[in-house]
């Protein structure tokens, strides 16, 4: 021992895993998310206020994963089966609590007619979403308003608004029973938007009861039809980050549609908020 070192007696013991211990807390205390109820969106009634519960428990499951980097395949199919591919990167910073909603980067990557294409968005939750479209051809970016968030995102069976109804509190919800799918036991639950603009007037949406993911959304149009469905499957397990890596979107009303296949994810790479301002559409390459 160093004449410097200082003896390791039982007092010096308890105060070192003491301090440790205290440390250890405020860690904790500081990834611990402030989850705080909406009254608005919880409801009142016991149906709404469980179809809350249910949504709430499988928005909050994977929270704490900061950000994140994915590349993924666009496959659009028309009604006769004819297919086209593309190639596109997505980037998501995670929002700071449930007043706002999380940041994300999409940019397509081939064919030539759409290479450099991006979307950039800031979701919100009961004010519009801020999303910009920035395309190459004309070297501008465009805003998209709020009254055409429900249009088809770059020619596919995603809506522009898909990209951000992930957050909790953009919706009310309604309890609507137990259901078996795909061998699952699984949590039905309608929700309905509370922003406005919103191109659907309602969703239902099937969860299941063992990693609390959503496993199939149907989306209503503004008269009450039914528009679209998807399909979400092939979910894996990152340190409990739980993520689908193919998505299906099928078009009940023209036969079209579109699956997003995600390659391996990567969390914690460094994305911040500077890597998500309107200015890094101008750098696409």
Do not use: C
């Not at 979403?129 to 709020?146: E, F, N």
Request: aromatic share 10%; net charge negative; glycine share 8%.
């Amino acid at each position: 021992m160093s004449s410097t070192a200082l003896p390791h007696t039982p007092r010096k013991r308890f105060l070192a895993a003491a301090l440790a211990a205290a440390f250890s807390i405020a860690a904790a205390a500081q990834e611990t998310p402030a989850f705080t109820d909406d009254p608005a969106a919880k409801g009142e009634t016991p149906e709404a206020q469980r179809g809350y519960e249910i949504a709430a428990r499988s928005d909050r499951s994977d929270y704490g994963f900061g950000d994140s980097r994915v590349e993924a395949a666009m496959v659009l199919r028309n009604a006769a089966g004819q297919s086209t591919e593309r190639s596109l990167s997505f980037a998501t910073l995670e929002k700071a609590d449930e007043t706002v909603g999380d940041k994300s980067l999409v940019i397509f990557n081939s064919p030539r007619d759409v290479e450099g294409t991006a979307l950039l968005s800031h979701a919100k939750i009961l004010d519009p979403d801020d999303q910009w479209l920035y395309l190459p051809a004309l070297k501008r970016v465009k805003r998209i308003s709020s009254a055409n968030k429900s249009g088809p995102f770059v020619g596919s069976e995603f809506a522009f608004e898909d990209f951000t109804i992930t957050e909790l509190n953009k919706f009310t919800y309604a309890y609507v029973g137990e259901e078996e799918l795909d061998g699952m036991t699984v949590d039905v639950v309608d929700r309905f938007p509370r922003y406005e603009r919103s191109g659907y007037t309602r969703q239902r949406s099937w969860i299941d009861q063992d990693i609390h993911q959503a496993r199939k959304l149907e989306f209503y149009d503004r008269r009450g039809a039914l528009l679209k469905t998807l399909t979400l499957s092939d979910y894996r397990d990152y340190d409990g980050v739980w993520r689908a890596h193919k998505l299906t979107m099928v078009n009940r009303q023209t036969g079209k549609e579109t699956d997003l296949l995600y390659g391996d994810y990567a969390f914690g790479t460094g994305l911040d908020e500077g890597d998500f301002v309107r200015g890094v559409l101008q750098r696409v390459r």
